[in-house]
């Protein structure tokens, strides 16, 4: 079992930046590929960002690429995102995951082939 928190949302002004961290429980953090997803009001769920087990492998949504970057620390069983040159469009409850698979093909993509979720933190960014 494993338990995720994200933390480090809020309001911010369009071109700002956040922080956004996900706290895991348990020992096997490191066992465990991590997302970020995220979800607007009337939206389906979308991807984000996803981080391979190592942290070796990162992957991005074509919206967000060369804006934001996902990066983990296995030692505080933690992985965060950065995310930079914020936009009206990114305001969305962002979800991190946590899927216990290797970080081939594209299921990371894929909110159903994740095990576990945080319980999601607000982003909203004024125009």
């Known amino acids: 079992q494993v338990q995720l928190v994200e933390s480090g949302g809020g309001l911010v002004q369009a071109g700002g930046s956040l922080r956004l961290s996900c706290a895991a429980s348990?020992?096997?953090?490191?066992?465990?590929?991590m997302g970020w997803f995220r979800q607007a009001p009337g939206k389906e769920r979308e991807f984000v960002s996803a981080?391979?087990?190592?942290?070796?492998?990162?992957a991005y949504a074509d919206s967000v690429k060369a804006r934001f970057t996902i990066s983990r620390d296995n030692a505080k069983n933690t992985v965060y995102l950065q995310m930079n040159s914020l936009k009206p469009d990114d305001t969305a409850v962002y979800y991190c995951?946590?899927?216990?698979?290797?970080?081939?093909?594209?299921?990371?993509?894929?909110?159903?082939?994740?095990?576990?979720w945080g319980q999601g933190t607000q982003v909203t960014v004024s125009s």
């Open positions: 981080i391979s087990r190592s942290g070796a492998i990162t």
């Open positions: 348990g020992r096997a953090f490191s066992t465990y590929a």
């Open positions: 995951a946590a899927g216990q698979r290797s970080f081939v093909g594209s299921w990371y993509k894929t909110p159903p082939e994740y095990d576990y």
